[in-house]
């Protein structure tokens, strides 16, 4: 028996500690001062050759050698925060370990892999050549195009993803490359709850991140005490979260790469890289994917203040005219009237109502009248220099119906100049349909069993038609609703001064 449950339940993954690893590799800490090994994890003589414990409690020199020692504490010394590869090491039987430092706490920590060259080696300048690539984006949306395309040829995997949140979480696959006999999953957009903030949180610490095969055993970490205090953030190896990996195997992927995308110090999307068959990413292609990533992210940066320039620059030629215009005219209410249509081009309106100086003017699609009114009574309550801005009108306030004739969209700027004084500007309705990769309402279960939460098993694209919505006002346009209201209040106080000054 299951039962619907709360997806913030999620939110209480221990996922930095798990106290645990992922089996193709083996991890070793030991106490920075006195240098004796302090962890190993259970499969150290699988990976290294010598059993956890007979490792444990040693000096940490002879378990990976003297030079290596060397090598940990000056990784340390530098204090570094991520991982980093400071070489390898050769077992008994001649096959290579590559190790990779990081620290957590008092402990200096060390990765294991065992990654066989061949399948680990890039050609030589691939990287660069797909970098180089990316400079030929315009837009967010052609870098990742470019982006999932290049990251599929550096790291070989069957689809590579670019993954967009929105502002409430959800995410959006917005560009992809893929094995040509796979269902493109490109379009599609996946609910907040499928990644928690736990796990952004992470990807924002540590950027690259893989899970080899979604049907793995964790190997537990021996050792020391606080085993499940340990931070595994930076290791390469750190056993993810069982719902995870259920969610993994639901959706039939058997391995996993992922890249945090970050504008500032925002996580705004992911690259992720699905396989079929497992599949290890060895370090050369993860720092690969880590370099591709960085790269991105700080185009995606630079993309995106262009393409906001751009709305910003038409935005505010409009505003300009509009502004010059005021001071034309017998009345504020004749100017802004010999304006038109600038007063609705200037937030992207297709109607709007003007209340000035005791007139009431209307410009474009509005509502009846006496709902404007009934509208501005329940809503007018706002006062400068608040801008009311609201996208599904309708849907919040069904004792208003009549709106609906105008929009879904309405923006309110109460002017300062006199009671009541106002702009209202109002937007049609903007039917969407989105399509899902599974049914955006069914977060997961609670399961019994397993005691703990069960993602959802279908990822059928499910279709949901949004209604009563406008498309939202932007950061641009409501700034240039506040500044058109500081020009009327200046031009009135220039106005009322002419006036003045004839009078005397
Ligand atoms: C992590 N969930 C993730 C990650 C992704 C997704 C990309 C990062 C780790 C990884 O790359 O594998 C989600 N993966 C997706 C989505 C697509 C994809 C949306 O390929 C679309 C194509 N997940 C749930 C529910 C919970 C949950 C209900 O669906 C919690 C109850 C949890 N997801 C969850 C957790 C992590 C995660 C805990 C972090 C795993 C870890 O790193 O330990």
Known sequence: MTAACDPSICETEPIATPGAIQPHGALVTAQADSGLVAHASANLAEILGLPAAAALGRPICDVIGHVNEVL???ARRRGSETLESIGSLRRADGRLLHLHAFQSGDYMCLDLEAVRDEDD??????????IETFSAAV???ELCELAV???RQVTGYDRVMAYRFGPDGHGEVIAEDLRPDLEPYLGLRYPASDIPQIARALYLRQRVGSIADSHYKPVPLLGHPGIDALDLTHSALRSVSPIHLEYMRNMHTAA???????DGDRLWGMLVCH???PRTAGPERRAAAGMIGQVVSLLLSR???VENAAEKLARQATLST?????SIGDTLAAAITAADPLLLDLVGASGAVVRLEGQELHFGRIPPADAVRRALEILGSTRPPEILAIDDVTLRHPELPELAAAGSGLLLLPLPSGDGDLIAWFRPEHVQTITWGGNPAEHGTWNPQTRRMSPRASFDAWKETVTGRSLPWTSIELACAHDLGEAITAEMAQRTRAALARLR
């Open 72 to 74: 940990l504490r000056e």
């Open 149 to 151: 395309h290049g990251l």
């Open 256 to 262: 996993s790469l992922t890249i945090g995308l970050a």
């Open 322 to 326: 509009l502004v010059d215009r005021l």
């Open 139 to 141: 837009t967010q949306v």
């Open 303 to 305: 993309l995106g203040e």
């Open 275 to 277: 396989n079929m068959t």
């Open 121 to 130: 080696r890039l050609p030589p300048g691939l990287t660069q050549s797909v």
